[in-house]
């Protein structure tokens, strides 16, 4: 199984961008019960950024970022999204999508990074000011 990200790119502060994140490889029967977001800016650990259920009907956000991302998932095209907007210089960061496929979203620590066995591989994020 592999997660693709892309999306990222240089936008002015205040523009949007949408990331993407693709999994494939993925079996039959195998899905991944919760999806996230985290990135990462230079010189920082992995920060939390979204989180999303199976049928998308939960979504979860690192509390400073609600109002301007969104979490959304295709279930049939294995996909999970990350809209972004009226972002600010400090979002520059290589953001990473990643995969639970054992538990469910009430089940886990949704914020730890270490509760998600897939990851991508990185998209990178530039907030001009």
């Known amino acids: 199984v592999q997660l693709q990200a892309s999306g990222g790119g240089l936008v002015q502060a205040g523009g949007s961008l949408r990331l993407s994140c693709a999994a494939s490889?993925?079996?039959?029967?195998?899905?991944?019960?919760?999806m996230g977001w985290f990135r990462q800016a230079p010189g920082k650990e992995h920060e939390f950024v979204a989180a999303?259920?199976?049928?998308?009907?939960?979504?979860v956000y690192q509390d400073s970022l609600k109002g301007r991302f969104t979490i959304s998932r295709n279930n049939a095209k294995d996909t999970v999204f990350l809209q972004m907007n009226s972002l600010k210089p400090e979002d520059t960061a290589v953001y990473y999508c990643?995969?639970?496929?054992?538990?469910?979203?009430?089940?886990?620590?949704?914020?730890?990074?270490?509760?998600?066995?897939?990851w991508g591989q990185g998209t990178l994020v530039t907030v001009s000011s």
């Open positions: 990643a995969g639970n496929n054992v538990k469910s979203i009430d089940t886990i620590d949704y914020r730890a990074p270490t509760e998600y066995g897939y």
């Open positions: 999303i259920n199976w049928s998308g009907a939960i979504q």
């Open positions: 490889g993925l079996t039959r029967n195998q899905n991944f019960y919760v």
